[in-house]
């Protein structure tokens, strides 16, 4: 009872401190609603400064909070696309603000059409917990970069991290240009309804959808980076061992819990033990252990380690067969929560792991007759994030392009489209709605303002009222035909 009373004032006191933010955001934005380029680089360049400042502190944070990170990991996935991503927004800056000359018809004349790039106000952004730094970065880079004030909710399963990164941007920034929020699902649903200028989600499409019913009611424009399951389709002619190795290296990747990672395999029918084999032996060699292997990450939480658990319990039960992929045969105790790669073969439709987002290291190997099955296949169901084709033929790829869609698409390699500077990132129905990264990250967080403007000559008194003159019928000769 006293500890429900305690977390219920350190609700309060947080959701307090979210709303003085907030307003203190509002004010800080009337005064500056359009900051300079020189202004806008100077902020990518302090969150560069700090990120590469405190590297060690991050990589010890994040693996502490996952019980073990490998720090590769992190650098590879998190700091160094966070970087990337900064340079090639300060780089590129002066061209996305520059006001888009728009044509004008000869109806108009003389007068000019332009797009001018203004930012929106204050941004929110609400961070998942499995790529706490990345997640958190890319979106806010992105809201500097379009001028805006931002204000983040980190994800109270990654503790550790959450603390430190909000002293760092508290270090390197005034409150009233970069906040972060810290608290539990209550803290992050009253972040969700606050009336934002523009409200960013990162997390399951369940989720997402409470969030953007919160923003529906102050009419907040919202970006949902979702999930869902993305397949990886194996060609029936691709060398099998490629295509192992790649889907390999993206599911086992942070363990699984990636949003992109590939969630099912469709394989030929005739190349299923072909590919389990090469599998097998391309997790020997990149993880030739596991429990011990540090550069093997943890599931973060008790809570998602019995999720998968259960996924797994779920499809024995009803007839799968599972293989796991643990080349040194270590035993997993209660003492860890690492858990190998397992593939689930003969799964049907009922089992949870072709239900819901699997977001560990599982993975369904589902059998197919021909190309035109898969692709129906993938069709039937939601559009994913991400989708995965493995083949070397560029007609078959190029069809499987246009015969599907879904938020990403890499071909012949996993994960890799996300960390592209210049390629916008986002999902399309359930998978998401909006896109960020590079210039369509400035779009996102930018008001596209169509301003129309003539001088003295005012050509448009030839369309006024009294109707039915000599001119009005030579305008209609015109341009009605």
């Excluded at 970065?137 to 379009?146: D, F, I």
């Excluded at 409200?199 to 949902?224: E, H, I, W, Y």
């Excluded at 799968?320 to 209660?334: C, L």
């Amino acid at each position: 009872m006293v500890a429900n009373v305690v977390e219920l004032t350190e609700n309060k006191k947080q959701i307090q401190q979210l709303q003085r933010l907030f307003a203190a955001q509002q004010t800080a934005f009337q005064k500056n609603r359009n900051p300079s380029v020189a202004e806008r680089r100077e902020n990518l360049k302090r969150l560069k400064k700090m990120l590469l400042d405190n590297q060690e502190a991050i990589i010890a944070a994040i693996d502490t909070d996952f019980s073990c990170r490998s720090a590769d990991e992190t650098r590879l996935a998190e700091l160094m696309p966070a970087v990337q991503g900064i340079d090639y927004a300060a780089g590129h800056l002066s061209n996305w603000m520059k006001p888009s000359k728009r044509h004008v018809s000869l109806l108009f004349q003389p007068a000019s059409n332009k797009v001018y790039f203004q930012p929106k106000g204050v941004v929110g952004i609400i961070v998942p917990w499995n790529y706490p730094l990345y997640l958190a970065v890319g979106p806010l880079v992105a809201a500097l970069a379009a001028g805006n004030r931002a204000m983040l909710k980190m994800s109270e399963f990654t503790p550790e991290f959450s603390a430190l990164f909000k002293d760092l941007l508290q270090a390197t920034f005034a409150e009233d240009l970069v906040a972060v929020v810290n608290g539990d699902a209550e803290v992050a649903a009253a972040f969700s309804g606050q009336p934002f200028n523009h409200l960013l989600f990162t997390g399951s499409t369940q989720v997402g959808r409470l969030v953007m019913k919160a923003a529906a009611d102050n009419l907040t424009p919202v970006t949902l980076e979702l999930g869902g399951k993305s397949p990886a389709l194996v060609s029936p002619d691709v060398p099998i061992a490629d295509a192992a190795k790649r889907i390999a290296f993206g599911k086992a990747f942070n363990a699984g819990q990636t949003c992109v990672a590939p969630d099912y395999v469709l394989c030929p029918a005739d190349r299923v033990d072909a590919f389990v084999d090469e599998f097998k032996a391309a997790m020997g060699k990149l993880y030739p252990t596991v429990k011990d292997n540090s550069s093997y990450t943890s599931i973060v939480n008790d809570r998602q380690h019995a999720r998968l658990t259960s996924y797994l319990d779920d499809a024995r039960k009803k007839g799968a067969r599972v293989i796991e992929v643990n080349a040194a045969n270590d035993q997993f105790g209660s003492e860890t929560r690492k858990m190998p790669v397992h593939l689930v073969l003969d799964a049907t439709d009922d089992m949870l792991v072709m239900q819901e987002e699997i977001f560990g290291p599982l993975l369904p190997v589902v059998p197919y007759q021909r190309p035109a099955d898969a692709l129906q296949y993938i069709n039937d169901r939601p559009h994913p994030l991400a989708l995965y084709y493995f083949g070397y033929d560029k007609k078959a790829q190029s069809e499987v392009m246009e015969r599907t869609q879904s938020g990403g698409m890499g071909i012949n390699d996993t994960l890799m489209h996300v960390a592209q500077d210049d390629l916008p990132f986002g999902g399309v129905g359930p998978s998401g709605i909006g896109h960020y990264h590079g210039k369509e990250g400035f779009l996102t967080f930018s008001h596209a303002r169509s301003v129309f403007s003539k001088q003295r000559f005012n050509s448009s008194e030839m369309i006024y009222p009294p109707y039915g003159g000599l001119i009005n019928k030579l305008v209609y000769r015109l341009f009605i035909r």
